[in-house]
Structure formats: structure tokens, C-alpha cells
């Protein structure tokens, strides 16, 4: 076998490895956000919702051919959401490499000692706002 070829099954066997399901979940301040390697299904063989505070990935493709035969394929993971989570703003994002993005924003907490007056605008009959 000569270096190319070696190479080439070097780089399927990285890419069996990296395909193996494998997700990552990062959460900041602002934001909460799974990322799951989905490169075996097309964006139409997934389906992501969320319910009682759980984002609920499914992905399912039927038997087709592959370098060692047929396979079919499906997988089901579910993440619980962090409770200041905005379920209504939930967003997911598939890229070229087939990692699928799923992302929330998070609602900050009041900070309860600080105080912040909020100015009293009055407007007048002709629009114009005053304060």
C-alpha cells in the first residue's frame, strides 16, 4: 500500500471515530448549546423538539448502501434544558460537516441588590414626549 492510500484509510478511520455520536454541551452566561455529529442523516431524516424543559433530538434513515454493505440508522437523545432557558427561542443549525447546533438563550436572573430608577415619560397631546 503505498502513502496515499494509506493516508486516505487513516482519514476514514478518523472519520469512523469522530461519527460516533459524539456530543458536546456548553453553557454561558447567556446562552446554553449542544453540538451532536450527525453526519450519517440529512436534515430531512431529523427531527428536533423540545418538551417539559427537554430538547429531544431523533435522527432515523432507512437501509441503504454503504463501503461494507447495507445499514439502517436511528438514534434518539435527549438533553434537559437549564430552567431559565427560553424554550420559545430554541434554535438548531445542521453545518457541511454534519454537526448538528442545537441552542438556547438563557434569561438572566434580577440581581437583587441593585436598584435602577426608570424615568417617567409623559407625552403631550401633540406626541411629543417630555421628561
Not at 89 to 95: A, E, G, P
Not at 111 to 123: A, H, L, R
Request: with cysteine.
Amino acid at each position: 500500500m503505498y502513502p496515499g492510500a494509506m493516508m486516505a484509510q487513516q482519514a476514514r478511520a478518523l472519520t469512523r471515530q469522530m461519527s460516533s455520536g459524539m456530543s458536546e454541551i456548553k453553557q454561558t452566561q447567556d446562552s446554553w448549546k449542544v453540538s451532536l455529529d450527525v453526519n450519517h442523516f440529512s436534515p430531512e431524516e431529523l427531527v428536533v423538539k423540545t418538551k417539559d424543559g427537554v430538547v429531544e433530538i431523533t435522527g432515523k434513515h432507512e437501509e441503504r448502501k454503504d463501503e461494507h454493505g447495507f445499514v439502517s440508522r436511528c438514534f434518539t437523545r435527549k438533553y434537559t434544558l437549564p430552567p431559565n432557558a427560553n424554550i420559545e427561542k430554541v434554535t438548531s443549525s445542521l453545518s457541511p460537516e454534519g454537526v448538528l447546533t442545537v441552542e438556547s438563550p438563557l434569561t438572566r436572573p434580577a440581581i437583587e441588590s441593585s436598584e435602577t430608577t426608570i424615568p417617567v415619560n409623559v407625552e403631550n397631546k401633540t406626541g411629543v414626549v417630555k421628561k
